[in-house]
Each structure stands twice: as structure tokens, then as C-alpha cells.
Nanobody, 116 residues
């Protein structure tokens, strides 16, 4: 059974930091293309960052490039997103995504709220 389970969301003040984690099971973790997406209220889902399996290339949305870092631990089958210098516009539900060949898998999402 394939599962992607996110954790680490919550309420943070502007300028603060949060780390999101995604525990993957039932998938060949080392060969996956893995990503973080987010969806703010009233908006569509947008790609935040992705990490390729072969070369470990990291790509970020312009809005988070200097503040967020995507990384993974192949031994623990975990994908993470370190988010620094959070802004109110980062408020959204964050989703872990994995692609195995042509099949997409999604986590249930974790809420991140940035507010003073």
C-alpha cells in the first residue's frame, strides 16, 4: 500500500522557520521524483520544489528559492522541506508528491499558517 504522510505544519510568525517531512512507504523511494506543492485558499495548487532521483537536482519556485530547501533521506524514506524566513503569503496546505514512472501519488496535506 502506497502512503505519503506529511507532518510538521503549524502556525508560525513571519520570519520564523518550519520543517515539513513526508514519510513514504510502498514505493521505490530512491527512484522517485519527489516534490512539494502547496495550495492557498482560493488558489490553485502550485509547485514549490522538486528533487530528481538520478542526479539529485533541486528546483524551486521563484517565490521560495532563497528561503526553502528540499532534501531527502533515502535510508529513512523521508522527504523534507526546510522553510526559513516565512512570509504570510506562504500560508497554504502543503502536499508531498511522488512520481513513479507515470503514476502520481499525493499525501493528505499539512497546513502551514504564517501570521503574527
Amino acid at each position: 500500500q502506497v502512503q505519503l504522510v506529511e507532518s510538521g505544519g503549524g502556525l508560525e510568525q513571519p520570519g520564523g522557520s518550519l520543517r515539513l517531512s513526508c514519510a513514504a512507504s510502498g514505493l521505490p523511494f530512491k527512484s522517485l521524483l519527489m516534490s512539494w506543492y502547496r495550495q492557498a485558499p482560493g488558489k490553485g495548487r502550485e509547485l514549490v520544489a522538486f528533487l530528481t532521483s538520478m542526479w539529485g537536482t533541486k528546483t524551486y519556485a521563484d517565490s521560495v528559492r532563497t528561503r526553502f530547501t528540499i532534501f531527502k533521506d533515502d535510508d529513512k524514506n523521508t522527504l523534507s522541506l526546510q522553510m526559513n524566513d516565512l512570509k504570510p503569503e506562504d500560508t497554504a496546505v502543503y502536499y508531498c508528491h511522488a512520481r513513479d514512472g507515470t503514476t502520481d501519488y499525493w499525501g493528505q496535506g499539512t497546513q502551514v499558517t504564517v501570521s503574527s
